[in-house]
């Protein structure tokens, strides 16, 4: 959904001659910028006022309630450890236990595969400090496997133990206090906004937001945190939607251009004057003749010519363009073009060298 800024990565291509593209920004441009919201941090901005250069006609509001995160899908069993009990039994400490599928029920066992408790429908355990998960990682709140023709695994949090989880992992701890602040905030809307019918609010991946539970807390963000506990945007009644990515490159892009929906009202382009703190601000790729038409195979016949632009967002973001072949061309969109040539964001333009 959102950009993992601290785990995303840029490759780029060189060529002798043939194309160069130039850019800004890293992400989809809708929300909140987290360089920019770095920038503004630094210079004295308070995270309500960030927040609300972002999210325009949002307010800070309360709101509190449980995530259901996903950390698995279709699995036949899981294991884990930490859990003070499980199914109505108690456990031992420092034992490891797990869910099994067994058909139309979920089923408790213990490390050798015996059999200690039937669960029904669906199991769940109960954690002290944190239940650890095999495979994954360490959880607050309680763990919850149910039968739905193979184990939906899921972490069931409150609402500020899920951002502790997460805002280290899309934000650097090192960043300042008002920009860990704004993403805490952010990071508590999207994920109630998100909240579904299909056993499941987020997931635990840059589906949704990256979350990595106990392992990924850090002083500083638990620190934004709790300074912020239970806050979350509204528009009007409703907790919004808070879209966030890394870098703007100048100005965010209303939603409507980046993703093809309906405008909305919060999710509007704004300028971003401090997002030229980033190392993703303005970028520059190089590609080959031959490899800009092998990339783009498809979308030109003969020799490929020219992109031209056709319809950019508020910011110039390409919403289409056309692709100009010898023999034929076509058009396209901008998110066709990002993907094909590997690019940071639509904010691009295309020169023959």
Same mark, same amino acid.
């Given at each position: 959904?959102?950009?993992? +800024?601290?785990?995303?990565?840029?490759? %780029?291509? /060189?060529? #002798?001659?043939?194309? !160069?593209?130039?850019?800004?920004?890293? *992400? $989809?441009?809708?929300?909140?910028?987290?360089?920019?919201?770095?920038?503004?941090?630094?210079?004295?901005?308070?995270?309500?006022?960030i927040?609300?250069?972002?999210?325009?006609?949002?307010?800070?509001?309360?709101?509190?309630?449980?995530?259901?995160?996903?950390?698995?899908?279709?699995?036949?069993?899981?294991?884990?450890?930490?859990?003070?009990?499980?199914?109505?039994?108690? +456990?031992?400490?420092?034992?490891?236990? %797990?869910? /099994?599928? #067994?058909?139309?029920? !979920?089923?408790?066992?213990?490390?050798? *595969? $015996?059999?200690?408790?039937?669960?029904?429908k669906?199991?769940t355990?109960?954690?002290?400090?944190?239940?650890?998960?095999?495979?994954?990682s360490?959880?607050?709140?309680?763990?919850?496997?149910?039968?739905?023709?193979?184990?939906?695994?899921?972490?069931?949090?409150?609402?500020?133990?899920?951002?502790?989880g997460?805002?280290?992992?899309?934000m650097?701890?090192?960043?300042?206090k008002n920009?860990?602040?704004?993403?805490?905030? /952010?990071?508590?809307?999207?994920?109630?906004?998100a909240?579904g019918?299909?056993g499941?609010d987020?997931?635990?991946?840059?589906?949704?937001?990256?979350?990595?539970?106990?392992?990924?807390?850090?002083?500083?963000?638990?620190?934004?945190?709790?300074?912020?506990?239970?806050?979350?945007?509204?528009?009007?009644?409703?907790?919004?939607?808070?879209?966030?990515?890394?870098?703007?490159?100048?100005?965010?892009?209303?939603?409507?251009?980046?993703?093809?929906?309906?405008?909305?009202?919060?999710?509007?382009?704004?300028?971003?004057?401090?997002?030229?703190?980033?190392?993703?601000?303005t970028?520059?790729?190089?590609?080959?003749?031959?490899?800009?038409q092998?990339?783009?195979?498809?979308?030109?016949?003969?020799?490929?010519?020219k992109?031209?632009?056709?319809?950019?967002?508020?910011?110039?973001?390409?919403?289409?363009?056309?692709?100009?072949?010898?023999?034929g061309?076509s058009?396209?969109?901008?998110?066709?073009?990002?993907?094909?040539?590997?690019?940071?964001?639509?904010?691009?333009?295309?020169?023959?060298?």
């Amino acid at each position: 959904m959102c950009a993992a +800024l601290v785990s995303c990565a840029f490759a %780029g291509s /060189a060529g #002798a001659a043939g194309w !160069v593209i130039k850019g800004r920004g890293f *992400g $989809h441009g809708v929300g909140m910028s987290q360089y920019g919201a770095y920038g503004y941090a630094k210079h004295g901005r308070g995270y309500r006022s960030i927040l609300t250069h972002y999210y325009r006609h949002t307010r800070i509001g309360e709101a509190s309630g449980q995530i259901r995160v996903l950390l698995e899908s279709g699995v036949g069993s899981v294991g884990f450890s930490g859990a003070r009990s499980a199914c109505g039994k108690r +456990l031992r400490k420092g034992r490891e236990y %797990g869910f /099994a599928d #067994a058909g139309s029920k !979920v089923v408790l066992r213990n490390a050798r *595969g $015996h059999r200690i408790a039937s669960c029904g429908k669906s199991g769940t355990a109960k954690s002290g400090s944190g239940i650890h998960v095999n495979g994954k990682s360490t959880y607050r709140g309680r763990l919850v496997a149910k039968e739905t023709g193979g184990l939906l695994v899921v972490n069931k949090v409150g609402l500020d133990d899920y951002a502790r989880g997460v805002v280290a992992n899309e934000m650097s701890s090192s960043w300042p206090k008002n920009a860990l602040r704004a993403q805490a905030v /952010a990071t508590r809307s999207y994920a109630l906004s998100a909240g579904g019918g299909r056993g499941f609010d987020v997931y635990d991946d840059t589906r949704s937001q990256v979350y990595g539970g106990k392992a990924s807390e850090t002083k500083a963000t638990d620190r934004a945190v709790n300074s912020t506990s239970d806050e979350v945007l509204r528009y009007h009644k409703h907790v919004i939607t808070a879209f966030f990515f890394s870098t703007s490159g100048g100005q965010t892009e209303s939603v409507q251009y980046a993703f093809g929906s309906s405008p909305v009202p919060y999710l509007v382009s704004v300028r971003d004057p401090y997002d030229d703190v980033s190392p993703f601000h303005t970028w520059k790729v190089r590609y080959s003749q031959r490899e800009m038409q092998s990339r783009l195979h498809g979308l030109f016949s003969g020799r490929l010519k020219k992109i031209r632009v056709t319809k950019t967002g508020e910011s110039p973001r390409i919403v289409q363009a056309k692709v100009i072949g010898s023999r034929g061309s076509s058009r396209t969109s901008g998110s066709t073009l990002q993907r094909r040539l590997d690019l940071m964001s639509t904010w691009a333009r295309f020169r023959r060298r």
